[in-house]
């Protein structure tokens, strides 16, 4: 799904304006038509409604629906936070057809009678501000907001909930907690982005008569993969394991054998034909009871369990013969690993996921990405992605455009809405996933998942965006099935085979 920022909503709109004739007093009473609808369906006989409205076109849409509202017969309070003489021209419009119908704009009052009142309400919509909010909350619009949150009501916000701000997701003080979100013509980033898009509850993208081509033609750099966005190839029937890949997997230390052996199942699971796990001598005999399906072999160690620098030269060679290599669940830490994974990543042709410890072994020498020749796909938790040389900000978007376009790497910033930012600046927000993940041992089930459809040759911006969206919907699928406290990485796995059928196959 295609995502825009304010700025291009609002050059949308007036493409629509100025090149089709539309206006928006037009516009904005569509939009106002989908909030009275979306109201209408849960209000109750004899039930009603509180709409609180700002001064600019978003408040517009909120006093048209209020008109929409009464003239269906429903009882409503339309109450303005600000200076009436400030309405935008289009609002004034729908102003006088509110009082067409026999309502009025009552200023906002903190008053027991307006405390009541909102307390009794079925329905409330939030259209306060909308897409073009930049700074804190304040005043009568906090005192609002708390109002809102305290009702009990219903709450539908007009396009984002009013205290998010649309490009990043970030809160701005304090936001309305919509049960509800119906936004116009396209979707935005602070939609799905954290902390927005726990603020949105139901997001419905609703058409109001802006033309389709202008819409296509507009050129975005974020979107949301959506279930209808994601698909996998159907296999041939003539085929056999060497034509869906050989993956290589460079894992584990004495302590940590259940990395390697979790990121290995996944591969597997997710459709690998062959899976090697190279692992340090001193468990290789541990990984060879856990691992059924997979090819585990040893490689040099030093005294304390770990892979030695010396161990490069067999895992290039490895390496050359595989379609993709998987660096790092459970490997530990020490100088030889760091040598060692800065070896490989400088000096490998075959793609590399970097993960976990892979990520901890170059985070003292970040700019070893920038000399390597292969792809490289990094997935580092928020943490990680701080010890990379990555922002600490309120915009996780920015950050994670900036350093894959800094790095040359497709970066995967894990997280409730994990953040695919590819070096060309493009960015994609995963929308499965949720709280009965937060696990020890997922983030070695994505990893091998990224790797098992790299090494089936899938193009490896789909791989990686295809793999993330299918781990969250096990996920999911597992919370409903075990519910959100009890689900492990192993029933993540276990859960892949129906979370793969829940996605189309062309």
């Given at each position: ?54 001064t ?51 200023r ?22 909308g897409t ?42 304090d ?16 939609h ?11 997001l ?150 970097l ?56 970066l ?89 059928k829940g996605?189309?196959?062309?």
């Amino acid at each position: 799904m295609k995502l825009v920022t304010a700025k291009q909503m609002q050059e949308i709109d007036q493409i629509a304006i100025r090149d089709f004739g539309i206006t928006g007093a037009t516009l904005m009473s569509n939009a106002a038509q989908h909030l009275a609808k979306a109201a209408m369906s849960s209000i109750p006989p004899n039930g009603c409604v509180a709409v609180f409205c700002g001064t600019g076109n978003n408040g517009g849409d909120g006093i048209g629906a209020a008109a929409c509202l009464l003239e269906k017969g429903v009882s409503v309070r339309t109450i303005l936070i600000g200076d009436e003489r400030n309405l935008t021209p289009d609002a004034v419009e729908m102003q006088q057809r509110l009082i067409k119908h026999g309502g009025s704009l009552e200023r906002y009052f903190l008053s027991p009678d307006l405390v009541d009142y909102v307390s009794d309400c079925n329905v409330i919509i939030d259209a306060i501000f909308g897409t073009g909010l930049n700074a804190d909350l304040q005043n009568d619009v906090l005192s609002a907001v708390t109002m809102i949150n305290s009702s009990g009501a219903l709450i539908i916000s007009a396009d984002i909930p009013s205290g998010i701000h649309a490009d990043t997701g970030r809160v701005l003080k304090d936001a309305v907690k919509a049960d509800i979100t119906i936004t116009f013509s396209l979707a935005k980033p602070g939609h799905f982005v954290e902390p927005g898009c726990i603020y949105c509850g139901e997001l419905r993208v609703c058409d109001i008569g802006i033309p389709r081509s202008v819409l296509e033609s507009t050129v975005s750099h974020t979107y949301a993969a959506m279930p209808d966005d994601v698909e996998l190839p159907r296999r041939r029937r003539n085929t056999h394991k060497g034509d869906y890949g050989r993956a290589l997997i460079i894992a584990g230390s004495v302590g940590y054998t259940g990395a390697p052996a979790l990121a290995a199942r996944a591969a597997s699971k997710m459709g690998a034909g062959l899976v090697s796990v190279g692992v340090p001598k001193s468990i290789y005999d541990i990984m060879a009871v856990k691992l059924d399906e997979e090819m585990p072999f040893p490689l040099p160690n030093d005294s304390n369990g770990n892979l030695t620098a010396n161990a490069a030269s067999e895992i290039l060679r490895s390496a050359k013969k595989s379609d993709v290599c998987l660096i790092g669940p459970g490997l530990g830490v020490s100088d030889d690993i760091s040598e060692l994974v800065q070896s490989v990543t400088r000096i490998s042709a075959t793609p590399i996921v970097l993960d976990a410890d892979g990520l901890n072994a170059i985070a003292g020498n970040v700019d070893i990405l920038s000399e390597a020749t292969c792809p490289l796909i990094l997935t580092p938790h928020p943490g990680e992605f701080e010890r990379l040389g990555g922002s600490r900000t309120n915009d996780r978007l920015q950050a994670a455009r900036d350093f894959a376009a800094k790095h040359g790497c497709i970066l995967v910033l894990k997280g409730h809405r994990t953040v695919i930012a590819l070096p060309n600046g493009i960015t994609y927000l995963n929308t499965t996933g949720g709280p009965a993940m937060a696990k020890g041992g997922t983030g070695d089930v994505l990893a091998g998942m990224i790797t098992a459809l790299i090494a089936q040759r899938l193009p490896i911006v789909h791989a990686v965006i295809k793999a993330v969206y299918i781990h969250g919907l096990a996920g999911d699928m597992c919370a409903t099935r075990f519910g959100e406290y009890s689900v492990t990485a192993s029933d993540i796995i276990a859960m892949l085979p129906e979370a793969v059928k829940g996605v189309k196959i062309v």
